[in-house]
């Protein structure tokens, strides 16, 4: 995902890589981090979801403490934070106001086309709606 997000920000002109890598519970795995990290980003990824009462069986000590105490931390906490505000509204406008909760078609390819397809027509929309608020204004 982070080689993905480097790519498009790179054909989209931008120089800079991301600095910091935020992601759900779904995209823990240490290897994937590890490469992540030796690459220069930071990563943060708590080890479980929030909905579970304690720690996953094993999963305690070393990188799983460490991230918890960072992600519990003013600063680590902070970053995380914004992550639903920035992430979350996108796919909650495109599931459950769109009604795309699942892709039409089937291979990478094309789900990658009806991705973007839907992103273009979701920044669309919002370009619209804010030309109409400066029409009226």
Known sequence: M???AERELAAAGVKDTPGVALADAGYWHKEQMQNIINRGTQV???????KRTAARPGWQGGLYDHMRRVLHSDYGGGLYRKRQGMIEPVFAQTKSNRGMGRFRRRG?????????LINATHNLLKLHKHQLVLAAA
């Open 2 to 4: 982070v080689k993905a």
């Open 44 to 50: 943060l990824i708590p080890p479980e979801s929030p």
């Open 108 to 116: 990478r390819s094309a789900v990658r086309t009806e991705w973007r």
